[in-house]
């Protein structure tokens, strides 16, 4: 603790943020797993198909929908909250909410390669929404594919907030 202390004194909580934001980025992007942020993008997920739910009952279209749902309010809530924070010119709030949007991407990626496998955590008793879906478009096989180019976009959407935030802040000082 006495490092952390030592560093928000001397280089300050904006630079000490920026570190964190670069850590978190790379281990992202290279040792993605699930994690505590995920709990956070389940819930707007299964959020999602509740909201949805009641399409699934009037037609086949309207159950694919009501699948889809889940991922497509789990990406649109933290893009929705980045751009709004972008718009109040909030720029390092919207980073870490573009970060979160990236992270959520990541999730979805995780979730979609797992298609096969049901590696990540369900809630109820209803197997992974990426098999639903891919089965149905016939790209099940291609599950794996799909993920890591869904984890390559995410990854560099994480490093472009990381970096638009380091040179933001380079601004800030030079001023």
């Not at 279209?61 to 933290?78: C, D, H, I, K």
């Not at 955590?121 to 869904?150: C, F, K, M, T």
Request: glycine share 6%; hydrophobic share 55%.
């Amino acid at each position: 603790m006495k490092i952390l202390s030592y560093l928000w004194k001397t280089i300050g909580p904006r630079r000490v943020g920026l570190v964190v934001m670069c850590v978190y980025t790379a281990w992202l992007v290279f040792f993605y797993r699930y994690h505590w942020v995920d709990g956070i993008n389940l819930l707007i997920h299964e959020a999602g198909h509740l909201i949805f739910s009641p399409l699934a009952g009037i037609s086949a279209g309207g159950e694919t929908l009501a699948v889809l749902a889940g991922p497509l309010l789990q990406l649109a809530v933290p893009l929705y909250i980045t751009f709004r924070l972008w718009r109040r010119g909030e720029s390092t709030p919207a980073a870490v909410s573009a970060l979160w949007s990236a992270e959520s991407l990541m999730y979805a990626a995780e979730s979609m390669a797992g298609a096969n496998r049901l590696a990540l955590p369900v809630i109820g008793d209803h197997s992974n929404n990426w098999r639903l879906l891919l089965d149905r478009a016939g790209a099940l096989e291609s599950a794996e594919q799909i993920a890591l180019a869904l984890h390559l976009l995410a990854s560099a959407a994480a490093i472009a907030a990381v970096w638009r935030t380091i040179r933001l802040e380079s601004l800030r000082t030079s001023e």
